[in-house]
């Protein structure tokens, strides 16, 4: 037997004394009720809990236009805006997740019932719950810990742990309907509901299940997202030109500088590829008109397409959960929970540009001059830039100049057809357990064990998925020749022709396309046993404990299709990931009442807090955390904690096969280059002269290391709790302050770049430059970024929490406040690279979105009788805008986002009818410099959402 695995036992044996000791109920009569709250397993009062925690309840999210926890939570300014919603998610596949305090998602614990629940993989590296998993008729209520928890819950809890707490009080079936629609076109929505429920004298059985349907939204369906730009037309009084993509799909021949778009003027077969134009944008000269080059085909628009392009991606929940629990004899009480989750949905994407950099073609399209399609006069223009570019050449090199029987070439394909990406995700959970009260040595004690086990899997297709291989064979007379399958003429010549816009056959069309497979799984066993209860009296009341064993195993892995294991895809290069790890634990937990009932002493109290987890992968880690209570007068508490947390590296972060990804990344060699050290470097990694990048992104290849240590953190927090006996009000404010050491990431490309061609005199001696590769044409062709333990992540702030209610002769107004200030938010990397995010914000092309320093949640509700009728009013603060894309920030500052909801609702007997308009005025995004989308995901993509429910109960 492993010492791993005897220790546990041995601690197991300990912790199992209690079990064995004679079971009796305990009666406790004429005593403030003792619950189980979110970030202990001791039951006290609720209000005597030392910890920053929000409530969210039922009826809020029931009422969500969107039916939505996720829309719900983000709304809380503890929250941050790295996760994704309804109103701008297109990442995810449909899943929706959330972080606390702007920490990724992967830093939240989201637990179900107090247990840990299985993870959703969400994309390359990142593992947490999909909240969108559970239906939102269940749910009684979600308790946010904005605080560290790991010495509770264990790893991923570095940020505070999210509780989604089901029902069981339900009697009866309730029904629900609902639906909505923005004022602008696409991203309706529907939701149905049904919930049903029994209780009885010995338990109680609750079951629900919700369907809902959000549909998709196309950049062209928004004025602010349908031209890909680099700033507003008139903004700020500039004249700013529009981007889009140097890959057009008339193709463009590299060396002789040319586009395969026919020139009316001339009647040649091409133009002259320019970069940029000065014909400003939209509507800068007052016509209206689209700027030249993508009036011109010359930048392409790759956010006006006819299939359509998803801003906002079409999605189907089909969720189920079911709890229940009985009481045997003798005090114990089974329990058991089960969650089943089914999405499914279809992004559309534009057509695969071919630039040199995905999969193991890294030199472009290498297009014979035998190519019989290739229009004559563009032949000789492009023979004629060969012989130019040889004859600059030292004559020793001139020769094998031209005898190369090849030209270089980028393209779209477009008229291939649309490109489509289907996914099928099902998650399924359950627990069973056992719990029990009972005595022993004279003292109240309680016990719990369980055994909880998940599954997720996820199918994706990408249909129109581009084959570079078959399109290079395609395009070579030799290569085509050979392989029986090759669409070719009568003469054996052959047909397809990327030398401008064509319609492709059918024939074309299966030869060079594929339907991409992958296919993602992720499993979890967790078993726990706790016990809790008095150990001594203290003069100020009893000491609570509770301590606990747990063991669990994840494993996971990701199969990609056999055509993009061998590079032959013109999408992401990506390898398959298997692995699996396993751990066990053991923590222990006392609060120590210290003073009570003493003149500016009314409660003193300490909690202690302690965890012992040993990972087959990472080994040891102990966390242990403090907290302190002081209630001066009953109506005022203080609170402070210091807590050290940790985060295992997930499956995919420690053993990921090497991915491709697109990136905005800047090229420093790009012309013109300003800096002259930068130059001398460009030139000694061989870029040629006048070198322009052909697109603004440059393949990333990222993957997992299997020598990952954990991320650690620290985390203080200090703040009140106010409710006077004077007034109807309640006000929690807490300061927080967390350090993570050693987080885990992929270094910043733009960093990474940036620091090779900043190497002194021109030596590319810095060791960013081992991760650089550049093809012949100068093109970057490698860019190597592994998993690392990077940087340390410092961020602080507060939160506010408040409610006032008060009767009027109209009605009841209750008043609620939640307010976060950011005080600072930076990484810095080991490498000393500081990125002091705190008021900022970066469009979708980075790894974050928004950090601003003031975010607002204002709702005043008015209830009387039967009706209720509200107004939220939400604020996120201005924001400096940084530019992820290095064209130069063309608007310092993001306006200050202003959105104002209405919703009233109206019961009639068993009926429940509500109505509201999400984001009254139609705010519309602020720009922010992005490849595509123009703004950041921290933003109302919908706009103005009109929306209704009905629902009805039956006993």
Same mark, same amino acid.
Request: include cysteine; aromatic fraction near 10%; hydrophobic fraction near 35%.
């Given at each position: 037997?492993?010492?791993?695995?005897?220790?546990?036992?041995?601690?197991?044996?300990?912790?199992?004394?209690?079990?064995?000791?004679?079971?009796?109920?305990? /009666?406790?009569?004429?005593?403030?009720?003792?619950?189980?709250?979110?970030?202990?397993?001791?039951?006290?009062?609720?209000?005597?809990?030392?910890?920053?925690?929000?409530?969210?309840?039922?009826?809020?999210?029931?009422?969500?236009?969107?039916?939505?926890?996720?829309?719900?939570?983000?709304?809380?300014?503890?929250?941050?805006?790295?996760?994704?919603?309804?109103?701008?998610?297109?990442?995810?596949?449909?899943?929706?997740?959330?972080?606390?305090?702007?920490?990724?998602?992967?830093?939240?614990?989201?637990?179900?019932?107090?247990?840990?629940?299985?993870?959703?993989?969400?994309?390359?590296? #990142?593992?947490?719950?999909?909240?969108?998993?559970?239906?939102?008729?269940?749910?009684?209520?979600?308790?946010?810990?904005?605080?560290?928890?790991?010495?509770? *819950?264990?790893?991923?809890?570095? /940020?505070?742990?999210?509780?989604?707490?089901?029902?069981?009080?339900?009697?009866?079936?309730?029904?629900?309907?609902?639906?909505?629609?923005?004022?602008?076109?696409?991203?309706?929505?529907?939701?149905?509901?049904?919930?049903? #429920?029994?209780?009885?004298?010995?338990?109680?059985?609750?079951?629900?299940?919700?369907?809902?349907?959000?549909?998709?939204?196309?950049?062209?369906?928004?004025?602010?997202?349908?031209?890909?730009?680099?700033?507003?037309?008139?903004?700020?009084?500039?004249?700013?030109?529009?981007?889009?993509?140097?890959?057009?799909?008339?193709?463009?021949?590299?060396?002789?500088?040319?586009?395969?778009?026919?020139?009316?003027?001339?009647?040649?077969?091409?133009?002259?590829?320019?970069?940029?134009?000065?014909?400003?944008?939209?509507?800068?000269?007052?016509?209206?008109?689209?700027?030249?080059?993508?009036?011109?085909?010359?930048?392409?628009?790759?956010?006006?397409?006819?299939?359509?392009?998803?801003?906002?991606?079409?999605?189907?929940?089909?969720?189920?959960?079911?709890?229940?629990?009985?009481?045997?004899?003798?005090?114990?009480?089974?329990?058991?929970?089960?969650?089943?989750?089914?999405?499914?949905?279809?992004?559309?994407?534009?057509?695969?540009?071919?630039?040199?950099?995905?999969?193991?073609?890294?030199?472009?399209?290498?297009?014979?001059?035998?190519?019989?399609?290739?229009?004559?006069?563009?032949?000789?223009?492009?023979?004629?830039?060969?012989?130019?570019?040889?004859?600059?050449?030292?004559?020793?090199?001139?020769?094998?100049?031209?005898? +190369?029987?090849?030209?270089?070439?980028?393209?779209?394909?477009?008229?291939?057809?649309?490109?489509?990406?289907? *996914?099928?995700?099902?998650?399924?959970?359950?627990?069973?357990?056992?719990?029990?009260?009972?005595?022993?040595?004279?003292?109240?004690?309680?016990?719990?064990?369980? $055994?909880?086990?998940?599954?997720?899997?996820?199918?994706?297709?990408?249909?129109?998925?581009?084959?570079?291989?078959?399109?290079?064979?395609?395009?070579?007379?030799?290569?085509?020749?050979?392989?029986?399958?090759?669409?070719?003429?009568?003469?054996?010549?052959?047909?397809?022709?990327?030398?401008?816009?064509?319609?492709?056959?059918?024939?074309?069309?299966?030869?060079?396309?594929?339907?991409?497979?992958?296919?993602?799984?992720?499993?979890?066993?967790?078993?726990?046993?706790?016990?809790?209860?008095?150990?001594?009296?203290?003069?100020?009341?009893?000491?609570?404990?509770?301590?606990?064993?747990?063991?669990?195993?994840?494993?996971?892995?990701?199969?990609?299709?056999?055509?993009?294991?061998?590079?032959?895809?013109?999408?992401?290069?990506?390898?398959?990931?298997?692995?699996?790890?396993?751990?066990?634990?053991?923590?222990?937990?006392?609060?120590?009442?210290?003073?009570?009932?003493?003149?500016?002493?009314?409660?003193?109290?300490?909690?202690?807090?302690?965890?012992?987890?040993?990972?087959?992968?990472?080994?040891?880690?102990?966390?242990?955390?403090?907290?302190?209570?002081?209630?001066?007068?009953?109506?005022?508490?203080?609170?402070?904690?210091?807590?050290?947390? $940790?985060? /295992?590296?997930?499956?995919?972060?420690?053993?990921?096969?090497?991915?491709?990804?697109?990136?905005?990344?800047?090229?420093?060699?790009?012309?013109?280059?300003?800096?002259? +050290?930068?130059?001398?470097?460009?030139?000694?990694?061989?870029?040629?002269?006048?070198?322009?990048?052909?697109?603004?992104?440059?393949?990333?290849?990222?993957?997992?290391?299997?020598?990952?240590?954990?991320?650690?953190?620290?985390?203080?927090?200090?703040?009140?709790?106010?409710?006077?006996?004077?007034?109807?009000?309640?006000?929690?404010?807490?300061?927080?302050?967390?350090?993570?050491?050693?987080?885990?990431?992929?270094?910043?490309?733009?960093?990474?770049?940036?620091?090779?061609?900043?190497?002194?005199?021109?030596?590319?001696? /810095?060791?960013?430059?081992?991760?650089?590769?550049?093809?012949?044409?100068?093109?970057?062709?490698?860019?190597?970024?592994?998993?690392?333990?990077?940087?340390?992540?410092?961020?602080?702030?507060?939160?506010?929490?408040?409610?006032?209610?008060?009767?009027?002769?109209?009605?009841?107004?209750?008043?609620?406040?939640?307010?976060?200030?950011?005080?600072?938010?930076?990484?810095?990397?080991?490498?000393?690279?500081?990125?002091?995010?705190?008021?900022?914000?970066?469009?979708?092309?980075?790894?974050?979105?928004?950090?601003?320093?003031?975010?607002?949640?204002?709702?005043?509700?008015?209830?009387?009788?039967?009706?209720?009728?509200?107004?939220?009013?939400?604020?996120?603060?201005?924001?400096?805008?940084?530019?992820?894309?290095?064209?130069?920030?063309?608007?310092?500052?993001?306006?200050?986002?202003?959105?104002?909801?209405?919703?009233?609702?109206?019961?009639?007997?068993?009926?429940?009818?509500?109505?509201?308009?999400?984001?009254?005025?139609?705010?519309?995004?602020?720009?922010?410099?992005?490849?595509?989308?123009?703004?950041?995901?921290?933003?109302?993509?919908?706009?103005? $959402? $009109?929306?209704?429910?009905?629902?009805?109960?039956?006993?």
């Amino acid at each position: 037997m492993s010492s791993r695995k005897a220790s546990f036992l041995a601690l197991s044996t300990f912790l199992a004394a209690p079990l064995g000791a004679p079971l009796h109920a305990v /009666a406790q009569e004429g005593v403030i009720e003792e619950v189980i709250v979110t970030g202990s397993r001791i039951a006290r009062d609720a209000g005597t809990y030392v910890g920053p925690m929000t409530t969210l309840d039922g009826d809020s999210i029931r009422t969500d236009p969107n039916y939505s926890l996720t829309d719900q939570l983000l709304e809380l300014p503890s929250i941050g805006a790295q996760g994704t919603d309804r109103r701008n998610a297109n990442g995810g596949r449909g899943a929706n997740f959330a972080g606390i305090h702007q920490l990724n998602p992967e830093r939240t614990l989201v637990l179900y019932d107090g247990r840990r629940t299985v993870n959703t993989i969400r994309d390359s590296t #990142g593992l947490a719950v999909d909240l969108q998993s559970f239906p939102v008729n269940m749910i009684d209520r979600v308790e946010v810990l904005a605080d560290g928890a790991s010495t509770i *819950y264990g790893s991923d809890a570095i /940020a505070g742990v999210i509780n989604l707490i089901p029902k069981s009080d339900v009697d009866g079936i309730e029904l629900s309907i609902g639906g909505g629609t923005p004022d602008d076109p696409g991203g309706d929505h529907f939701d149905a509901g049904l919930l049903f #429920g029994i209780t009885g004298d010995r338990g109680f059985f609750t079951a629900g299940v919700t369907y809902v349907f959000d549909g998709d939204v196309d950049y062209q369906e928004r004025d602010w997202s349908r031209l890909p730009i680099l700033g507003q037309a008139e903004s700020g009084g500039q004249v700013l030109t529009l981007f889009g993509s140097g890959i057009p799909p008339e193709g463009r021949a590299l060396e002789a500088g040319i586009i395969f778009l026919p020139n009316p003027e001339t009647g040649e077969s091409f133009q002259t590829y320019d970069t940029f134009c000065t014909g400003g944008g939209p509507g800068s000269d007052g016509s209206g008109s689209i700027d030249c080059l993508i009036e011109q085909g010359h930048r392409f628009n790759y956010n006006d397409i006819p299939s359509g392009v998803s801003l906002i991606n079409e999605n189907r929940n089909l969720n189920f959960s079911a709890v229940g629990e009985y009481e045997l004899d003798g005090g114990v009480t089974a329990y058991v929970n089960a969650n089943l989750s089914h999405r499914e949905g279809r992004l559309n994407f534009t057509p695969l540009p071919v630039q040199g950099a995905a999969g193991r073609f890294t030199d472009l399209i290498q297009v014979p001059f035998t190519n019989p399609n290739i229009p004559a006069d563009a032949l000789t223009v492009i023979q004629d830039a060969r012989a130019a570019t040889c004859a600059a050449l030292d004559p020793a090199d001139q020769p094998a100049c031209l005898a +190369n029987p090849n030209f270089q070439m980028n393209w779209r394909g477009l008229d291939l057809g649309p490109r489509t990406f289907d *996914y099928d995700s099902d998650t399924l959970s359950g627990t069973v357990g056992l719990r029990g009260d009972m005595t022993w040595f004279d003292r109240a004690w309680s016990w719990d064990t369980w $055994f909880t086990i998940g599954r997720s899997e996820l199918f994706e297709v990408t249909k129109g998925q581009l084959n570079v291989a078959k399109l290079q064979t395609a395009v070579d007379p030799v290569l085509c020749a050979a392989d029986a399958s090759c669409p070719k003429d009568g003469d054996g010549n052959p047909t397809l022709d990327i030398f401008g816009r064509s319609p492709k056959t059918a024939e074309e069309i299966a030869y060079t396309t594929f339907d991409d497979q992958e296919r993602t799984d992720y499993d979890m066993m967790h078993l726990a046993a706790t016990v809790a209860g008095e150990l001594v009296d203290l003069p100020a009341g009893p000491v609570g404990v509770a301590a606990g064993v747990e063991y669990r195993e994840e494993k996971g892995g990701v199969q990609t299709s056999g055509v993009v294991q061998a590079g032959d895809s013109g999408g992401n290069f990506a390898e398959p990931t298997s692995g699996k790890y396993d751990v066990y634990e053991i923590y222990t937990e006392f609060a120590i009442p210290l003073v009570s009932g003493a003149p500016m002493a009314e409660e003193l109290s300490l909690d202690v807090a302690g965890r012992y987890s040993d990972y087959d992968t990472i080994g040891d880690e102990f966390t242990y955390k403090f907290a302190l209570g002081w209630a001066p007068v009953e109506s005022l508490r203080f609170r402070g904690t210091y807590a050290t947390g $940790f985060r /295992a590296p997930n499956i995919l972060e420690l053993f990921g096969g090497v991915a491709d990804t697109f990136q905005s990344v800047t090229d420093p060699c790009t012309a013109p280059i300003s800096d002259p +050290n930068v130059a001398a470097n460009c030139a000694a990694a061989g870029v040629p002269a006048g070198f322009v990048q052909p697109a603004a992104q440059l393949k990333i290849s990222a993957g997992g290391n299997e020598n990952l240590e954990a991320e650690t953190s620290e985390s203080y927090s200090l703040g009140f709790v106010w409710q006077p006996d004077f007034a109807p009000l309640r006000v929690s404010m807490d300061w927080y302050d967390v350090e993570v050491e050693d987080a885990i990431g992929n270094p910043d490309p733009v960093d990474v770049i940036q620091a090779c061609y900043d190497s002194p005199g021109g030596s590319l001696s /810095a060791a960013e430059c081992s991760r650089i590769g550049r093809g012949p044409a100068g093109d970057v062709v490698r860019f190597d970024l592994l998993n690392e333990n990077l940087a340390t992540i410092e961020t602080s702030g507060i939160d506010l929490d408040a409610t006032y209610t008060f009767d009027t002769d109209v009605g009841q107004i209750q008043v609620d406040w939640l307010l976060n200030w950011l005080d600072e938010w930076v990484q810095t990397t080991k490498s000393g690279v500081v990125s002091d995010r705190t008021d900022l914000v970066a469009g979708l092309v980075s790894d974050w979105a928004a950090y601003p320093e003031w975010r607002s949640n204002l709702r005043v509700t008015l209830a009387r009788d039967n009706w209720t009728a509200g107004v939220t009013y939400r604020y996120l603060d201005k924001m400096e805008v940084f530019d992820v894309i290095g064209f130069g920030t063309l608007e310092p500052t993001a306006d200050a986002q202003h959105y104002i909801d209405l919703e009233g609702s109206y019961d009639v007997g068993a009926w429940s009818f509500q109505a509201g308009v999400e984001n009254v005025t139609n705010e519309e995004p602020p720009y922010v410099p992005e490849v595509s989308v123009n703004t950041s995901g921290i933003y109302d993509f919908l706009g103005r $959402f $009109f929306y209704a429910r009905a629902s009805v109960s039956f006993d």
